[in-house]
């Protein structure tokens, strides 16, 4: 269901309706990858019915997309619970649809499972693989634990070389928390800004428009975008359009390339777990409980809500080491050698000639 805008058939009510969906998205402020995911299944929706407008179908059609993801293409319960997310803004949202039968759709269950975890030496040695960019990012995700859109929208103004702490603003849920500053990076992290403000003067001097600001900022102060304090920690090298405006101008690294950057990274140093970026972040609040930091403290520098979210890395350190094999306290004894049972020497005695 991966579709273009050209593949589609084009109708008077479809661009109509996915304008209003974008409009809807961006009034709620969803990220822009949000506002894909959701437009992604709505056209995926609109084309699995013959391109029947939405506002002819129901509960019966919605219902048959689902089972057709479910039974047929057998997505994960996560992304069938993205795509129903996507349908019930559609008709609530968009095209203010509350009917009884929207309640009534069951969710699937998506299974809780251990995250994946590096050691310590694991770690270590996928950071010595990297270099430039790559390494100071790679090094300030897991020294912070910080998500990577959370790393590659981090502006300069929110790097406190005096406090040794980061402002991490706008994550997850819309909050802003305090991380620490890793002593050992502050030297590759100074280096970084330097780079960038090499490229923030060159954009200056060609009337390059300024970055892009979050919520309404950019109409309160519009000169803003253009200073040093709102430029990319880790800004793209090349200029490219903003998506949602149109503007030509500076935007902040690409996830894609550091996530390949990193993959060949975790080969060259011999980790065949499945690792992905976040696992650096599961491996952060891994290790600083193994070095004796208190659940509550994880919690805040992760951004949880609830704490019972962190109690996930609690059970991996109980598997990894906290608790002991009963194996292991029993009395050692010298391994028995193998011996033949009564029927084998029997059939060996009739052998012998």
Avoid at 98 to 107: A, K, Q, T
Avoid at 115 to 123: I, M
Wanted: some cysteine.
């Amino acid at each position: 269901f991966m579709y273009s805008l050209t593949e589609v058939r084009e109708t008077e009510s479809k661009p109509r309706l996915l304008t209003l969906v974008r409009e809807r998205v961006r009034f709620h402020h969803f990220a822009l990858s949000t506002e894909k995911v959701y437009v992604h299944w709505i056209k995926a929706f609109i084309r699995f019915h013959g391109l029947r407008h939405p506002e002819s179908m129901g509960r019966n059609e919605v219902e048959a997309f689902l089972t057709h993801l479910a039974s047929e293409r057998q997505v994960a319960a996560s992304t069938h619970r993205q795509a129903l997310s996507a349908l019930l803004f559609l008709y609530r949202e968009v095209l203010r649809i509350d009917l009884p039968w929207m309640s009534e759709i069951g969710r699937p269950r998506t299974t809780q499972r251990l995250p994946e975890v590096l050691t310590v030496d694991e770690v270590a040695r996928t950071l010595a693989q990297l270099q430039g960019e790559h390494a100071t990012l790679a090094r300030l995700l897991y020294g912070t634990g910080m998500r990577i859109l959370e790393g590659m929208r981090l502006r300069t103004k929110d790097v406190d070389f005096d406090r040794g702490a980061i402002i991490v603003r706008d994550g997850k849920g819309g909050k802003d928390r305090v991380v620490m500053l890793p002593q050992s990076l502050r030297q590759a992290l100074q280096q970084q800004l330097r780079l960038g403000h090499a490229l923030w003067e060159a954009d200056r001097t060609a009337q390059v428009p300024g970055v892009e600001l979050p919520h309404a900022l950019a109409q309160k102060y519009p000169r803003a975008g253009e200073s040093w304090g709102w430029f990319w920690v880790f800004p793209q090298a090349a200029l490219s359009t903003d998506s949602r405006t149109g503007v030509r101008r500076r935007h902040h690294a690409y996830p894609q390339t550091f996530r390949r950057a990193l993959t060949l990274a975790l080969r060259a140093a011999g980790v065949t777990k499945p690792a992905t970026v976040h696992t650096l972040r599961h491996s952060f609040a891994t290790h600083l409980l193994q070095g004796g930091a208190d659940i509550r403290t994880v919690q805040t520098l992760l951004g949880h809500s609830d704490v019972s979210t962190t109690m996930i890395y609690t059970h991996v350190l109980k598997v990894a080491g906290g608790v002991r094999s009963p194996l292991d306290s029993l009395a050692v004894m010298p391994p028995r050698a193998p011996s033949l049972g009564c029927r084998a020497l029997d059939h060996l005695r009739v052998q012998q000639p």
